[in-house]
């Protein structure tokens, strides 16, 4: 099946056809298809189904989109939908990777509860009326000095107890089967099967 | 696997257990819990969804909810995620079924796209954070008198160009393999098996 990944990154194109390995994937761009979704949702459910629904509107195929992000109970929940844009000024550009975790770190300064799980919601639209999800965590803790160089974003604070390691130091084909983003799109390519 | 179904309708829980014959089913009142929730979602995702998290609330143990219900374009989508209480006064007491079909049917005089398709979006929720959504349609239209005496609700009314059938007229495995509860179900079972 030809499937529209709601996503320019090529990072994460990359990571999902790996696993939708039957089938076919395009960024909007590769098919010349323009879309425009706000992520303003409470929740990554809002997020990623509304960005899916966003583009379906635009393409008329099928679409995969996702909403990732990093909870952490002991800030109430925070950076969650907000983990792209923690810590930026209200209309502002994003922080850079180590100033935004450089803010996370001062935001959990103290905290001896250190508990954190990343979440990937993922969503697979076949019509607007036929569609499913998959949200997956992936557990672990938050660590209080970056370590390793794969990966992006909160990954090099982001500590897993049964690997000894954080994500950033995992490679990349580890870190696929076990992710979030993994996960998700592992459930969604078995919904796929079933058809 | 143990799963709480979030229905004490013992001929949706039947046919649930067919198709995760892998897993083992119960009723909420079969494990002596309680939960409520009130179905006044806009979408069949919100009251599936709302009512997947507060059974899994009070259960703490895996669970599949759903909602399910009648779209007909020409009536804007009517009777929709109010399809159960389609015509009941505000407040009072659901209207049994062969009213309710008498209902419909005095919407739609006159209406020549008689087109409609059922929904089913069905939810299973390991954890809050952990759940997986498939939301599946069966596409038919709306006949002027009812047919058949198999299934409920909108069934006799509902009818199948492929089977020239209403689904009122098929065997209950015959439904049960293409309804819109049908597919989805099979699609979370998929999921399942992926884990």
Same mark, same amino acid.
């Given at each position: 099946?030809?499937?529209?990944?709601?996503?320019?990154?090529?990072? $994460?194109?990359?990571?999902?056809?790996?696993?939708?390995?039957?089938?076919?994937?395009?960024? *909007?761009?590769?098919?010349?298809?323009?879309?425009?979704?706000?992520?303003?949702?409470?929740?990554?459910?809002?997020?990623?189904?509304?960005?899916?629904?966003?583009?379906?509107? #635009?393409?008329?195929?099928?679409?995969?989109?996702?909403?990732?992000?990093?909870?952490? *109970?002991?800030?109430?929940?925070?950076? @969650?939908?907000?983990?792209?844009?923690?810590?930026?000024?209200?209309?502002?550009?994003?922080?850079?990777? *180590?100033?935004?975790?450089?803010?996370?770190?001062? $935001?959990?300064? @103290?905290?001896?509860?250190? +508990?954190?799980?990343?979440?990937?919601?993922?969503?697979l639209?076949?019509?607007?009326? +036929?569609f499913f999800v998959?949200?997956?965590?992936?557990? @672990?803790?938050?660590?209080?000095?970056?370590?390793?160089?794969?990966?992006?974003?909160?990954?090099?604070?982001?500590?897993?107890?049964?690997?000894? #390691?954080?994500?950033?130091?995992? *490679?990349?084909?580890? $870190?696929?089967?076990?992710?979030?983003?993994?996960?998700?799109?592992?459930?969604?390519?078995?919904v796929?099967?079933?058809?």
């Open positions: 099946m030809e499937i529209l990944v709601a996503t320019e990154n090529t990072h $994460k194109l990359k990571e999902l056809s790996a696993i939708f390995a039957d089938h076919t994937l395009f960024t *909007p761009h590769e098919k010349g298809i323009e879309y425009f979704f706000e992520e303003t949702g409470e929740t990554f459910l809002a997020n990623a189904q509304g960005k899916a629904l966003a583009l379906h509107e #635009q393409a008329g195929s099928p679409v995969i989109a996702d909403d990732s992000g990093l909870v952490v *109970p002991a800030l109430g929940g925070e950076p @969650g939908v907000y983990s792209a844009r923690y810590g930026s000024p209200a209309g502002g550009p994003n922080l850079d990777t *180590p100033e935004r975790n450089r803010y996370l770190l001062g $935001k959990m300064e @103290g905290l001896t509860d250190r +508990r954190s799980y990343f979440v990937c919601c993922m969503v639209v076949l019509t607007p009326e +036929r998959a949200q997956e965590t992936l557990p @672990g803790r938050i660590i209080s000095e970056p370590r390793g160089s794969y990966g992006f974003g909160y990954d090099p604070l982001f500590y897993l107890n049964e690997y000894n #390691q954080t994500v950033a130091e995992l *490679p990349e084909a580890e $870190k696929n089967k076990i992710s979030h983003r993994g996960r998700a799109g592992i459930r969604l390519r078995a796929l099967d079933s058809l």
